[in-house]
């Protein structure tokens, strides 16, 4: 099985544009959650996508958003971007909502805001 | 509220050392699940063990063993005869019990093992 992607790996841009990350996750994964790392503030929950519902959100600011699609991949879209955002946004699959359930990462996309 | 913390930020063994990482949590549930990743430079987390909080069974993968003590909210990771593939930073995580995949992680711990 392929294992989850993540496009594009890297990106840059400017305070104030808006970006869209994209996550597919492994086949016949249901579940999509999607983290943020940064050296100061480390690994956060973002927000979690099952069946194209948003199942849980984290503490970020209505700027974060995101959608799931019916094939189970995923976008988050980051608004007004400020330089704070630059971090790895991680994503990660599993087949079935909640915790005894594995998730699998995939290897990142590397936002720098400049 | 749930917390990890990793005390320990960067570790450093020679090769075949034997090294444990330390992981401290908080909740106030009192069923929830502890996770341990890794994450090499490709920057991709990558699965080591899930436990949850009823079962304080130590297990042993390999070279791998973790010890969970419910008394004092501990879930350490301890790498037998480290080697250089070893070398990464290691997470402990914590789940909420709702059924949502929500993982509260600690701050890590940069394991480097010199050849």
């Known amino acids: 099985k392929a294992g989850v992607t993540q496009t594009p790996r890297y990106l840059i841009k400017t305070r104030g544009q808006q970006v869209t990350l994209s996550c597919s996750p492994i086949?016949?994964?249901?579940?999509v959650s999607w983290y943020q790392q940064t050296p100061g503030q480390g690994l956060q929950f973002l927000f979690e996508?099952?069946?194209?519902?948003?199942?849980n959100k984290g503490n970020f600011p209505g700027r974060f958003s995101g959608r799931q699609f019916s094939n189970s991949r995923s976008e988050m879209n980051v608004s007004t971007l400020e330089l704070g955002d630059s971090a790895l946004y991680l994503c990660?699959?599993?087949?079935?909502?909640?915790?005894?359930?594995?998730?699998?990462f995939g290897p990142g996309t590397r936002l720098t805001v400049l | 509220a749930q917390k990890v913390t990793q005390a320990q930020t960067e570790i450093s063994v020679v090769e075949k050392e034997d090294v444990t990482l330390d992981c401290v949590y908080e909740t106030r549930d009192t069923t929830y699940y502890l996770f341990w990743y890794k994450q090499p430079p490709s920057g991709e987390l990558v699965f080591l063990i899930r436990r949850n909080s009823f079962d304080e069974q130590n297990e042993i993968s390999g070279r791998y063993s973790w010890n969970f003590q419910k008394s004092t909210s501990s879930f350490n990771f301890t790498i037998t005869a480290s080697q250089v593939v070893d070398s990464a930073v290691y997470f402990c995580a914590l789940s909420e019990p709702t059924g949502a995949n929500n993982l509260f992680f600690g701050t890590g711990t940069r394991l480097t093992v010199i050849p």
């Open positions: 086949s016949g994964h249901r579940s």
């Open positions: 990660a699959s599993s087949s079935l909502a909640g915790p005894l359930n594995e998730q699998f």
């Open positions: 996508y099952f069946s194209e519902t948003q199942r």
